[in-house]
């Protein structure tokens, strides 16, 4: 700790806004009948604390919560100074709901993150408040400070429904819109205003004893009546009158209205200060929040925490902000005082002041109170090069609304017509979703990139190459984002940390948006590897927002290769979304809608339902489009499953929608073309889906779906023989496409048709090609939409595939196969695919010579098989075997 130089302050103690009265020591006096008042006040469930500033709210509030023997829980919060982002707000409330409660080990606090739901952390803290019980108190302090609409409606949602048991009491200088009249009506408001806050004549008296400042009983009932009992008036008045040598004259001497008393008084206090004092209260009052080392920074003189310590320990409107006592702020309206002051005495020195904070600031990572400095200093450019090199990484820290509050700060000519700010309005745009705004603003950025120092233009570079990758996104201007993946930005030597920051977030958040595009493109390799990429640089650099954003998407990347590692991929990302109490924000809404989809296309319809509800829940309708229109196709997807074809077609049609107002074309909107014509010719809209395909160009209508939906709308006009034309291209691997249901679907529609025909040889060879395809990911909706599961019951106990149909016929039924048995514990060995192949003719009635015959094999080696796999399944017989294969998901519960 830094050791103080010269005489100590000259302050005496007086019961101050930071700490409540400590009998211990000397000068304290205790405002019992006022505690008293809160107390019966607080009874209610929501007490409203309203004065002005200096009137002793903060005083009362420490008092009351810090009495000794109080064997209560209070979790107690002050909003910091101009608090524009809710998440921040409600992230502090949580944090101290839980270290009241005792819980806060059990989990780690959500990081903050752009794109916050206020309305979820607020349920997190209303849980929180439940799961408390009993008696809980909530206050909150310096409510005024709070300036984010979203904020202030859900704390008087919080506040109109607090759980039995929880009270709360929030303290402001004016009254907010918190719509509290509900209660107030019910007698379930309590207030507390400037009048009852006001010292009597009797507690000026006691006061002024506790401090040794000896006045006649006139006198110090005119200093009562000049102070009108304001709290901060009289607190500064007794700091003045310690030791004075004519008190009478000083109590003569000041009159008139609050702010008047308050700077005689703090004039008065200051010159009986020692000189390095009031160099320190001045120099440091530019400050919200001070240190020992930006104080002697701004002092130029060192020393200074022994004396915001010492002034502490005096009650003298210095408060300390953490626990080990290295961060403090002065009172409110102190502060206000000593910075009037400190123009009045100091004007010229005030600009290399904030300079030197600015600077301080800046070298410890706090961009924003940097960009604050510097905008008092009047240094437009230099604040214009923080913001603008810092808004996106202050963006991903959750603090938009800083963002535009610091650039609504400059003067007209530097403000929204600046090409320097121009990225930063664009970036504030594109969190608006105002991707029209954004554009001209990139466009100019663009322009001043190119003319701007030559130190500066490979920054600017790379984030406009970044907020241009996320806005081609969000237009769903996919070819767009392919002509900036070459500027994407990596890490150069000899750049500072600072700078290896700056571009680690750019990278990372380039890294998601291109892969992102990528994969609604359909080039799912490109976007796997950029999301895994990003996915990692995300995690080295601390940003667990971008990793889970990228691990979101992982899922549906991964779905050419198998929907088992689309289901694990997802199941990933939502536990670490999870983790960070994000499972119910849109940021994890592409893997719940993915895995949805997996889910549905094994048949695990109830279970997929149950995870494109939740999809559903946190897809924003202003969201990003390539999401939305992922949600409605799987929205398709189950009523088609269940035959609800009416259903089915309604969000497909909400899925051409949201293609409508993209830019690009997405590549799923195929699919819903080739689903939206198959199911109207399942409906006998015939001549509408003819419609649909006749307005195709050849490219769309080549596409490997959108022959399978024309062999549809051949089958339903009775015409098996064209069906089978349309499906030729796709049956030979020459028609485009990449999803894995589309080859499995051409094959069991060719088996239809080969039935229609007559040809039952064929559409047996058809399906069993097809159940070829699904068996390895278990395949089941194609059977069920094309209704070909007709065809299975003849091949049950004759095919390789007795558990796959088993589960077909299982979900046609309407018993849904059973997911994977995550308690099992696995194999010794993994099966080979040999093996895996052998066990699933265990269950049917087939010899092992017969076994043999079907996978054209010796009788030998089936015998080796089983011996095999007996052995890495701890299985003594046939039977044994079987069940262990259920127990383990690699055979059916069902028919098989």
């Known amino acids: 700790m830094a050791q103080g130089h010269g005489p100590k302050p000259h302050l005496p103690a007086a019961a101050g806004p930071g700490r409540a009265p400590d009998r211990s020591r000397p000068g304290l006096i205790d405002r019992r009948d006022l505690v008293a008042a809160l107390d019966r ?116 949602a919080l506040l109109t429904d607090l759980p039995q048991g929880v009270h709360a009491i929030v303290a402001t200088r004016h009254d907010l819109p918190l719509r509290l009249h509900r209660l107030r009506l019910s007698g379930e408001l309590a207030e507390i205003r400037a009048a009852e806050l006001r010292f009597t004549e009797a507690e000026t008296r006691e006061l002024l004893a506790a401090c040794d400042v000896a006045l006649s009983h006139d006198v110090a009932r005119v200093l009562h009546q000049r102070a009108e009992g304001w709290a901060a008036g009289l607190r500064l008045a007794v700091l003045s009158l310690a030791g004075h040598p004519d008190p009478e004259r000083f109590v003569a001497e000041f009159s008139g209205s609050h702010r008047t008393v308050a700077e005689y008084l703090l004039a008065e206090m200051l010159e009986r200060q020692p000189a390095h004092v009031q160099r320190l209260l001045l120099r440091t009052s530019l400050t919200d929040r001070i240190n020992g080392e930006l104080a002697d920074l701004l002092t130029g003189a060192a020393g200074s925490e022994r004396v915001l310590l010492d002034l502490e320990d005096a009650n003298a409107f210095v408060v300390s902000l953490d626990p080990d006592r290295t961060w403090f702020r002065y009172h409110r309206m102190f502060a206000d005082l000593l910075r009037l002051e400190l123009r009045r005495t100091l ?45 996106v990484s202050l963006t991903l820290d959750g603090q938009a609304g800083t963002v535009v509050a610091l650039s609504r700060a400059f003067p007209a000519g530097a403000g929204e017509n600046s090409p320097e700010l121009a990225l930063v309005y664009a970036n504030a745009d594109l969190h608006q979703h105002r991707l029209d705004e954004a554009q001209a603003h990139l466009e100019i950025a663009r322009s001043y990139a190119a003319t701007a120092p030559p130190d500066r233009r490979p920054r600017l570079r790379t984030a406009i190459a970044s907020l241009e990758l996320l806005l081609a996104r969000l237009r769903g201007h996919f070819d767009a984002v392919f002509e ?53 640089l995300a995690r080295d650099i601390g940003r667990p927002y971008l990793e889970v954003a990228c691990r979101a998407h992982l899922g549906f990347a991964s779905g050419r290769r198998s929907f088992a590692l689309v289901r694990r991929r997802c199941e990933e990302a939502i536990a670490l979304a999870a983790r960070y109490g994000w499972d119910a924000e849109p940021v994890i809404a592409p ?146 496409g990449d999803s894995l ?59 390789s595939h007795a558990a796959l149909v088993s589960d077909i016929l299982d979900a046609v039924h309407g018993d849904a196969p059973a997911g994977p048995d995550r308690s099992a514990a696995g194999p010794a060995e993994e099966l080979s695919p040999s093996e895996l ?30 011996r095999r796999i007996y052995a890495k399944l701890g299985a003594t017989d046939r039977s044994s075997a079987v069940q262990r294969g259920r127990e383990l998901r690699l055979l059916s519960n069902g028919r098989g």
Not at 374 to 379: L, M
């Open 41 to 156: 006040a607080a009874e209610k469930p929501v007490t409203m604390i309203s004065a002005p500033a200096g009137s002793g709210k903060t005083s009362l509030l420490r008092a009351w919560a810090d009495r000794p023997g109080q064997d209560r829980r209070i979790a107690f919060m002050s909003v910091r100074p101009r608090q524009q982002e809710a998440q921040l707000f409600w992230l502090a409330l949580l944090d101290a709901v839980r270290v009241a409660a005792g819980t806060e080990g059990a989990s780690e606090l959500p990081p903050v993150a752009p794109g916050f739901n206020g309305g979820a952390l607020m349920d997190k803290v209303l849980s929180e408040l439940t799961a408390s019980g009993g008696a809980f108190f909530l206050v909150i302090d310096d409510l005024h400070e709070l300036d984010s609409v979203a904020a202030i409606e859900q704390l008087a």
């Open 347 to 391: 004007p010229a020195a005030i600009p290399e002041l904030h300079r030197l904070a600015a600077r301080w600031f800046a070298e410890h990572a706090q961009v924003a109170d940097a960009v604050r400095h510097s905008q008092a200093a009047g240094d437009w450019a230099e604040a214009a090069h923080l913001l603008t090199d810092h808004t």
């Open 484 to 536: 900036q993946a070459d500027a994407l930005p990596s890490p150069t030597a000899g750049q500072s940390h600072t700078e290896v920051a700056l571009a680690g977030d750019l990278r990372a958040l380039a890294l998601l948006n291109l892969g992102v595009t990528e994969a609604w493109s359909l080039r799912l390799a490109d976007s796997e590897r950029h999301l895994l990429d990003g996915a990692a």
């Open 591 to 736: 893997a719940q809608a993915a895995l949805a989809g997996a889910l549905i296309c094994a048949g695990e319809f109830d279970e997929g339902e149950r995870w494109l509800e939740r999809a559903r829940r946190v897809t924003r309708s202003e969201g990003e489009p390539g999401v939305r229109l992922l949600v409605r196709l799987i929205s398709a997807m189950l009523p088609a499953a269940r035959g609800q074809h009416r259903e089915a077609l309604a969000e497909l049609t909400a899925a051409e929608q949201v293609q409508e107002h993209m830019v690009g074309r997405h590549g799923l909107s195929s699919r819903v073309t080739a689903w939206t014509m198959a199911t109207q010719a399942r409906l006998g809209m015939v001549d509408q889906a003819r419609t649909l395909l006749a307005g195709l160009d050849d490219s769309q209508a080549a596409a490997g779906e959108i022959r399978t939906a024309a062999a549809v709308i051949r089958l339903a006009e009775k015409d098996p023989a064209a069906a089978r034309h349309e499906l030729r291209s796709v049956l030979d691997g020459t028609a485009p």
């Open 741 to 799: 249901l589309t080859p499995i679907e051409a094959h069991l529609l060719d088996a239809l048709a080969c039935r229609d025909l007559g040809d039952d040889h064929a559409a047996r060879a058809a399906v069993e090609q097809a159940l070829h395809l699904a068996e390895p990911d278990r395949m089941i909706l194609p059977f069920v939409t094309t209704g070909a599961w007709e065809l299975l019951d003849a091949l049950q106990h004759r095919t």
């Open 837 to 866: 192949r052998v066990l699933r003719y265990l269950p049917t009635n087939l010899t092992r010579p017969e076994i043999a015959a079907e996978l054209s094999v010796s009788p030998n080696t089936v015998n080796t098989h089983i």
